[in-house]
């Protein structure tokens, strides 16, 4: 670091450089607690820019809306400070452009689980109606635990108007869509002709069209084919489809998703081939976001997400009032589902309790979400609800499910008071932005505690004894 370079910015003290761009550069900064972040922050030719301000302002108001397993959370910003800054999620690993670069071309097997994981990427992003406009191999992170999706530095909410300068070009020349550069609007499928060049990338070591200068690159996306020699055969197909010149012939990213083997391979932990596995982190505490980020918490049951990843969406002012709003397409029943006649659910042994190391006691009902940010509660004095971004638990730990229940937007149960969790169906999802809790920690609300902890959550209603426990390997009842 240098001596312009700033000591701390917001709440986070900056310890080294991490990057630099034409935006900015992006630091590697600490909070007291220990939490880590990668903060971008703005050069100051462009911080006086009113139009890059109205830009940047739009980048922070879109990536405060994605949220997904496969893309860094953004943690805070400040789009109005002297030096605008944003911070995300730090992810201790590698780009892909590095790991190709120093390893060569990845196997079949872990280019198929990338595919996967950018494709649900996307749909997170597109969901939140975002475009990336610039998916590469430097902005997919190889984490121990899957693809990370970084830098929405560019990306623009899919609806809003275009602030870029007349005649600009945003994006990597070799990845950029045709459409992008033949001046028409960049949408959802442009990122998946993006996500076709990084696949092909990943499998062979080399760009879709080839290296050169980039107004080469760019005349050779628009007019030749690109050269999917060395795509092995079962993601060849896939790769190609997502690099056709006709945006209306790609696939969603839900089809990618499918097509590469569905739900059932999303990357995990030991996804990657020994030479490329990074160093798993060690857990690390975060707090809440910054409040231009606070997203409304809603109402209090459980809710389990059944296939689709976690969507943060702003709540009413009164926290008893859930969300109404659901993807579009979707058919979400809007009463809760009692079990069917004759379907039980099997008694499980009671999750393990342990004691919480700190207790916070709260008057008023009150969200929260956990450090691994795929976990996030809602709790009132009888009642708790809990969303979790995962759909893929060991079937033999599960309760069985009412058959109404099955690919809605949330697959849910509540408990309350003296009685046992019971399934309903949920169309919405809750996702309390205000205080994260951290690992080892209690939220207290009424007779109802909630402890968040590495493996998950656990809600117990004190005078019953009844609750639950979820993670990303299964949830139980008790």
């Not at 739009?58 to 953004?74: C, D, I, M, P, W």
């Not at 390893?103 to 994981?117: S, Y």
Request: aromatic share 6%; net charge neutral; glycine share 10%.
């Amino acid at each position: 670091m240098t001596a312009p370079d700033p000591r701390s910015v917001g709440p986070f003290t900056i310890h080294r450089v991490l990057g630099e761009g034409g935006m900015g550069r992006v630091y590697l900064g600490r909070t007291r607690d220990g939490r880590e972040a990668a903060v971008k922050v703005v050069r100051a030719a462009l911080a006086d820019d009113p139009e890059f301000r109205a830009r940047f302002r739009q980048e922070v108001a879109a990536a405060s809306r994605v949220h997904g397993a496969y893309t860094a959370a953004l943690l805070g910003a400040d789009p109005d400070a002297p030096s605008p800054w944003m911070a995300t999620e730090y992810v201790p690993a590698p780009s892909l452009r590095d790991a190709i670069g120093e390893h060569g071309p990845m196997p079949a097997e872990p280019v198929r689980r990338l595919g996967i994981g950018l494709a649900d990427a996307l749909a997170a992003i597109h969901a939140a109606g975002v475009v990336h406009r610039d998916l590469k191999p430097g902005n997919v992170l190889l984490a121990h635990d899957g693809p990370k999706v970084i830098d929405f530095g560019i990306a623009r909410a899919a609806d809003a108007t275009t602030l870029t300068r007349t005649g600009a070009v945003i994006g990597t020349p070799g990845f950029i869509a045709p459409e992008v550069l033949t001046h028409e609007r960049a949408g959802p499928a442009s990122d998946v002709f993006a996500l076709g060049g990084v696949l092909l990338y990943a499998a062979t070591g080399r760009a879709p069209f080839g290296e050169g200068e980039a107004a080469v690159l760019l005349f050779r996306a628009v007019n030749v084919e690109p050269d999917l020699t060395g795509v092995p055969a079962p993601i060849a197909s896939v790769v190609r489809a997502c690099l056709d010149r006709d945006p209306t012939r790609r696939p969603t990213p839900a089809q990618i998703r499918d097509a590469l083997g569905g739900d059932r391979d999303r990357p995990t932990s030991g996804w990657l081939p020994a030479r490329l596995e990074p160093t798993p982190p060690l857990p690390v505490a975060r707090r809440r976001l910054s409040p231009v980020l606070a997203i409304g918490a809603v109402a209090a049951v459980i809710a389990l997400v059944g296939g689709l990843v976690l969507a943060l969406r702003t709540g009413s002012d009164d926290p008893s009032t859930p969300p109404t709003t659901f993807p579009t397409g979707l058919s979400i029943p809007t009463t809760a589902v009692a079990l069917p006649t004759g379907v039980t659910i099997p008694t499980l042994a009671p999750a393990t309790t342990v004691a919480p190391a700190d207790v916070t006691t709260s008057p008023t009902a009150t969200g929260f979400s956990t450090p691994s940010n795929n976990i996030a509660c809602y709790v009132t004095p009888n009642s708790a609800r809990c969303d979790i971004a995962e759909s893929t638990w060991d079937p033999t730990t599960i309760p069985a499910r009412p058959a109404t229940c099955q690919q809605v937007w949330g697959d849910s149960l509540s408990v309350a008071g003296a009685d046992r969790p019971t399934f309903v169906c949920h169309g919405d999802t809750v996702f309390g932005s205000g205080p994260v809790l951290d690992y080892g920690r209690s939220l207290r609300v009424g007779d109802v505690t909630c402890t968040s902890r590495t493996s998950g959550v656990e809600c117990k209603v004190g005078s019953s004894g009844h609750g639950f426990s979820m993670s990303k390997g299964a949830y139980q009842f008790f």
